[in-house]
Nanobody
Framework: VQLQASGGGLVQAGGSLRLSCAASGRTFSSYAVGWFRQAPGKEREFVAVISNSGSYTYYGDSVKGRFTISRDNAKNTVYLQMNSLKPEDTAVYYC????????????????WGQGTLVTVSS
């Protein structure tokens, strides 16, 4: 599976962005998909995950209530709608797929996209 993350950019605090993660391969619908982020000088952080069917989602505490993850298996794409953005959301955002149940553990994800940079100005 190859993943292509896109949609990052520069936005003011309080604004919104929608990230996309497009996947190649016919088995995309078999995978849970997670979003992670890494800010400069910080460890990678779990953001959100969605089950293979889309029926289950889970969010990190720092984004709960502001971010929404969704997927369209017909388009092999997962989305991350980010609202009420804060400067502390600034990071490179990565999507990844896992053959396991949805998890916050990055070690369980075996394919990763290249990342897309989100910068939130104050």
């Amino acid at each position: 599976v190859q993943l292509q993350a896109s949609g990052g950019g520069l936005v003011q605090a309080g604004g919104s962005l929608r990230l996309s993660c497009a996947a190649s391969g016919r088995t995309f619908s078999s995978y849970a998909v997670g979003w992670f982020r890494q800010a400069p000088g910080k460890e990678r952080e779990f953001v959100a995950v969605i089950s293979n069917s889309g029926s289950y989602t889970y969010y990190g505490d720092s984004v709960k209530g502001r971010f929404t993850i969704s997927r369209d298996n017909a388009k092999n794409t997962v989305y991350l709608q980010m609202n009420s953005l804060k400067p502390e959301d600034t990071a490179v955002y990565y999507c990844a797929v896992s053959p396991h149940r949805p998890s916050i553990e990055s070690a369980l994800y075996n394919y990763w996209g290249q990342g897309t940079l989100v910068t939130v100005s104050s």
